[in-house]
Nanobody, 127 residues
Framework: QVQVVESGGGLVQPGGSLRLSCAAS????????MDWYRQAPGKRRELVAS???????NYAPSVKGRFTISRDNAKNTASLQMNSLKPEDTAVYYC?????????????????????WGKGTLVTVSS
């Protein structure tokens, strides 16, 4: 079992920055990839960023160059630094822990069964 808790969401103006944090606990050694997903009303669940245990990162085209994911294996934390935020970034952001070895396309599918994820933290980008 893995427990995941997100924090750091809030209201920010367009062009601003926000940093989300994720704390994982439990069977940490079984985690292969830490992910950040987001979902806005009326839209599908979107895989935003991922990072493997060895530090390999990938990003959705919509956030590449603006968002940065990082991971501290010793502290069991993952962060998402979000810069140059846009109104379309408004969503509930979820941190997820994946125990399997799946590619981006598979994990980005709306029917992909996420192993463990938190309750989410709301990010609102508005003036």
């Amino acid at each position: 079992q893995v427990q995941v808790v997100e924090s750091g969401g809030g209201l920010v103006q367009p062009g601003g920055s926000l940093r989300l944090s994720c704390a994982a606990s439990g069977n940490i050694e079984s985690i292969t990839t830490m992910d950040w997903y987001r979902q806005a009303p009326g839209k599908r669940r979107e895989l935003v960023a991922s990072i493997t245990r060895t530090g390999i990162t990938n990003y959705a085209p919509s956030v590449k160059g603006r968002f940065t994911i990082s991971r501290d294996n010793a502290k069991n934390t993952a962060s998402l630094q979000m810069n140059s935020l846009k109104p379309e970034d408004t969503a509930v952001y979820y941190c997820a822990a994946d125990l399997r070895f799946q590619g981006w396309a598979t994990r980005d599918s709306p029917v992909y069964p996420i192993d463990y994820w938190g309750k989410g933290t709301l990010v609102t980008v508005s003036s």
